[in-house]
Each structure stands twice: as structure tokens, then as C-alpha cells.
């Protein structure tokens, strides 16, 4: 008869139970919600309205959309404490990471050079 998955967890050594449980948290924040991840960092949504300067049924509706503009998702994020950058991925280039401020700056650069002609 086959073991179960409980008991090969029990036979690895601690070091590796601690390796595996540290790639597990990684990957399950990589795909965690909003929602989540405000909860996991042990703020409310008032605490994230308050910070962004909207009311709480607001952050709920932005916590429930399944598409958020790149702009209030750094909002969000940096009500929270953290930043967002996005990762451009290219075959046979390494991956390029693009940071939202710099983003943004870009933006404004290039919006100026417009209205000046």
C-alpha cells in the first residue's frame, strides 16, 4: 500500500521541510488577491481607504475587479507599503523590469514634447 503525502512530508529532513514551506509561501504570494495580500500584511480596508483618501466600498469594488488600471493598482499598493514594477518578458532577451514611477515619468516627458511640438 501507497503513503500518504502527510507521511513523506514526516520523513524529510527539517532543513528541506523549511525549503519547501519558504518556495511554497513565494508562490502563493506571487498569485495572492488583493484582498489577501492586504490581509496578510494585517490591514483593513479602512486602513487602505484612509490611506488612498476613498471610502471603503470603494476599496472593496477595486479588491473585487478582476481588471485595474496599472495606475490605481500602484495606488493600492503603495497604501499598503509596498511598490509595483512590471516585468516585460522576451524571447532569447533577458526580463526587463519596469518600474511604475519610472513609468509615469516617461509618460509626462512624452506628454510635454507633444504640447510643445
Known amino acids: ?7 513523506k512530508i514526516d520523513q524529510l ?10 518556495r511554497a509561501d513565494e508562490l502563493i504570494l506571487e498569485e ?23 471610502g471603503q466600498d470603494t476599496v472593496s469594488r477595486l479588491e473585487n475587479r478582476c481588471n485595474i488600471m496599472v495606475s490605481t493598482l500602484n495606488r493600492y499598493i503603495k497604501a499598503i507599503g509596498g511598490e509595483v514594477s512590471i516585468v516585460a518578458e522576451f524571447p532569447d532577451r533577458p526580463p526587463v523590469k519596469l518600474t511604475f514611477d519610472k513609468l509615469s515619468n516617461d509618460l509626462k516627458v512624452d506628454r510635454k514634447k507633444l504640447a510643445t511640438g
Open 32 to 54: 495572492l488577491s488583493l484582498r489577501a495580500l492586504r490581509k496578510g500584511l494585517k490591514r483593513t480596508q479602512v486602513e487602505v481607504a484612509e490611506a488612498l483618501g476613498i
Open 13 to 22: 529532513s527539517p532543513e528541506y521541510k523549511a525549503e519547501v514551506e519558504a
Open 1 to 7: 500500500m501507497g503513503s500518504t503525502l502527510q507521511q
